[in-house]
């Protein structure tokens, strides 16, 4: 087995993160506090002011991340990851998780509203949620006192009789890609229906229980309507079985806003607004889509300098949990093209999230690893393999190219984002462009670098 090393940027760290064919075992960096530096920090430590609703969002997280929605008829069922990544903002907590075939993220958000007293540190770390931990939350009331601690290591949840424990876990490494993919995918999505509390519960009780392919949602006098047919303007839900771990939040909800690509309708996300907190689910457009199978930065990390500008970014996140592209742009001198290039490169290596309600991306402490990146997207190293062999070929307009690849050539359209190849026929764009077009923006970028 092959283990390696890596250095995270930034502050010291007591530890290195490690990633091997298991996994990704992350470092921790060292908290700053009044007194001086904390090498090993405390996220948060305090009382939470809606337990129940806590407890209940932990185990829709759960019941999440040990799911497995779809399965290969090639592949048997391999046993669930039940370890969310946690981050400290300062400003607020977020925990987030995959399910187990990885077309369905999930990440809860807990603010500063939902803390009863105590501050919010800084810094990412992952933790098992074992099942004493969950028949622990599972008997949690509103009028109880849960106690949280956060720390680099552990995870404490302390109610008056008992406490649960949770130590760090190894995160897979498709996580990582996921994490990556689900942030650029999600970068289009807007808001396309929006319930109140009673509408909401509506939307989750009318939802099937027993698998099917899709159902339309739209909102009516009565609330809301699901179809099991396409209705104009209505919105389409693929999978809607993995939304029923929402059912769990049914009597604590006070709205749900749902978001969505107008234009293509693939895939969904639906935000559940609650009590100091809010947790989000996005479903992939099939659930035998993975996240971590999609192609959806390939574009924005060919540029040549994305390395290079990405790890100068990585220097400037602190943790904030609504990144400013603008004032990276002023702080770093880079041009608002090249921020935006490198923030897709700290995507695709987890270190940056998508919050599809802010608009806005947020740090998390993932160690940036480019040649990572490279092996998780192997189309890009293959169009950079054929750049270097020179194979790509402009007409005389530069509307087209023929990019050479073994023995067959193919023909690309850069501004249709088209290529002759069966890989682009067979997908049409959907999961990212092919080697070939990759080449071709490649090749462009340095002729006018020449």
């Known amino acids: 087995m092959t283990r390696r090393t890596l250095a ?55 019941e999440v991340t040990r799911t497995r929605y779809f399965v290969p008829p ?107 993919n689900v942030a650029e995918i999600h970068r289009g999505f807007s808001g396309v229906l929006d319930l109140d509390g009673r509408g909401a519960r509506r939307l989750l009780m009318a939802l099937p229980q027993a698998k ?16 099991a047919r396409p209705v104009p303007g209505a919105v389409r839900i693929p999978g809607p079985v993995r939304l029923q771990p929402l059912r769990r939040l049914l009597s604590l909800l ?9 234009g293509s309708g693939a895939g969904v996300v639906m935000e559940c607004r609650l009590p100091g907190a809010a947790i989000t689910l ?31 970014l990585a220097t400037q996140l602190g943790f904030s949990s609504r990144i400013s592209p603008d004032l990276l742009a002023l702080d770093t001198g880079l041009e608002r093209v090249r921020v935006d290039q490198a923030l897709a490169s700290l995507a695709a290596s987890g270190k940056v999230g998508w919050d599809i309600a802010e608009q806005a991306y947020y740090h998390r402490e993932l160690p940036h690893d480019p040649e990572q990146v490279a092996r998780d997207n192997p189309r890009l190293v293959g169009a950079r393999r054929l750049v270097d062999a020179r194979a790509v070929h402009w007409s005389e307009d530069r509307l087209t190219a023929d990019v050479r690849s073994g023995a067959r050539s193919y023909q690309v359209i850069p501004d249709k984002g088209t290529c002759s190849c069966t890989w682009y026929l067979r997908t049409r ?22």
């Open 212 to 227: 099917v392919d899709t159902v339309w949602v739209q909102a009516s006098t009565r609330g809301v309507n699901v179809s």
């Open 8 to 62: 995270p940027e930034g502050p010291s760290f007591s530890t290195s993160s490690t990633l091997d064919e298991t996994g990704l075992a992350l470092a921790l960096a060292p908290a700053l506090t009044p007194e001086g530096v904390d090498s090993s920090p405390s996220f948060f430590h305090g009382f939470l002011t809606q337990p129940k609703v806590y407890a209940q969002c932990l185990l829709v997280l759960a």
């Open 429 to 450: 764009g959907s999961r990212g462009p092919c080697k070939h077009l990759l080449a071709a923006a490649l090749s462009t970028e340095t002729r006018e670098g020449v």
């Open 74 to 180: 090639q592949m048997a069922a391999a046993a669930a990851m039940r370890d969310p990544v946690f981050t400290a903002h300062g400003d607020r907590l977020r925990a987030e998780v995959f399910s187990a075939c990885n077309s369905v993220s999930a990440r809860l958000d807990l603010g500063a509203d939902g803390l009863d007293g105590g501050e919010i540190g800084y810094g990412t770390t992952n933790v098992d949620l074992g099942d004493h931990l969950q028949q622990m939350l599972s008997g949690i009331h509103h009028n109880e006192l849960l106690h949280l601690d956060v720390g680099s290591q552990h995870v404490n949840v302390s109610t008056l009789e008992r406490t649960e424990s949770e130590r760090k876990v190894v995160m897979p490494t498709r996580w990582v890609r996921a994490f990556g």
């Open 282 to 312: 996005a479903l992939s457009e099939e659930p035998s889509r993975g996240f971590s199978g999609e192609g959806s930065l390939l574009s924005a990390m060919a540029s040549e300098d994305v390395i290079d500008d990405a790890d100068l």
């Open 254 to 262: 006070t709205g749900v806003q749902i978001y969505q690509d107008a």
